[in-house]
């Protein structure tokens, strides 16, 4: 602690040595959030539903997504990725999943959200095996923090079925 | 920048840096705003260099005191060979 140089040093070691047990807390304090999130997906309409010359099923659906993911968002949340899944079992994969729609929200005025969209990512199956298949919708979100550990949960949703003919 | 300064300098870095953290991890926490806690932290170390990097008078109080070089002539160290020769005559004697 002779010099101006030596005072500089410690003082930058020790002032970061502390922003990250700071940062470290933050994330612990995350654990004291307990979320109560909600989401509802209803399938409006099958918009076509068609066998692609390659022999795979494709299905083009208009949803309504709605969700409150508010009770999410801690002081240290930076932004919530959601993606909505189709999730089904063939005979040859006990869970087969596609990403039908994302989205992220950046912050918690956004997280209280209702949309009306067709699938943003195409619906196929690698075969032919949604005539008549029964499926769950999903809703995953990925928790992203500012600093520390990313937190993930999902909403199933299950009872949906595809129609049995082609259209 | 004496001993004592030092000393002061190094306890009052240390003690400022964990007090400004505490408050900012504190209001940030309360406020639900990071960075309200990383503007507070970072205005504290700001503070906290200014006081205590530049050598301030107030850390300079306890200056050392060296011995006047004339009055160190005065008192010579003693010479140990010429000690010896000394007591060896008071000895004969």
Redesign the interface.
């Known amino acids: 602690?002779?010099s101006?140089g030596y005072?500089?040093n410690?003082?930058l070691t020790?002032?970061v040595t502390?922003?990250a047990?700071?940062c470290g807390?933050?994330s612990l304090?995350d654990n004291f959030n307990s979320p109560s999130p909600s989401a509802h997906v209803q399938v409006l309409n099958i918009n076509w539903f068609q066998k692609q010359p390659n022999a795979n099923d494709e299905v083009s659906m208009t949803l309504n997504i709605s969700a409150d993911l508010q009770s999410l968002f801690?002081?240290?949340t930076k932004q919530v990725f959601v993606f909505l899944a189709a999730e089904y079992e063939t005979p040859k994969h006990s869970l087969n999943q596609i990403s039908l729609w994302d989205g992220i929200i950046p912050s918690k005025e956004h997280a209280k959200f209702w949309i009306h969209t067709s699938n943003k990512y195409r619906f196929i199956d690698q075969g032919s095996n949604l005539r008549g298949k029964e499926y769950n919708l999903t809703i995953h979100w990925h928790v992203m923090p500012?600093t520390g550990k990313m937190f993930a949960d999902k909403i199933v949703m299950p009872g949906f079925r595809l129609p049995e003919e082609y259209r | 920048?004496d001993w004592q300064g030092?000393?002061l300098?190094?306890q009052l870095?240390?003690i400022m840096?964990?007090a400004f953290?505490v408050i900012?991890?504190g209001s940030?926490?309360v406020?639900?705003?990071?960075q309200m806690?990383i503007l507070i932290?970072a205005g504290g170390?700001v503070f906290?260099?200014l006081l205590?990097?530049?050598?301030w008078p107030f850390f300079n109080r306890h200056p050392l005191i060296w011995l006047d070089p004339s009055e160190a002539e005065k008192h010579p160290k003693p010479q140990p060979s010429a000690n010896v020769t000394h007591k060896k005559k008071s000895v004969k004697k």
């Not at chain 2, 205590?52 to 050598?55: A, E």
């Open positions: 602690m002779h101006v005072r500089a410690a003082l020790f002032a502390i922003l047990l700071m807390m933050a304090s801690t002081w240290n500012k | 920048m030092q000393k300098a190094e870095m240390q840096l964990l953290a900012a991890f940030g926490y406020m639900a705003s990071f806690m932290y170390v906290t260099t205590t990097v530049p050598n």
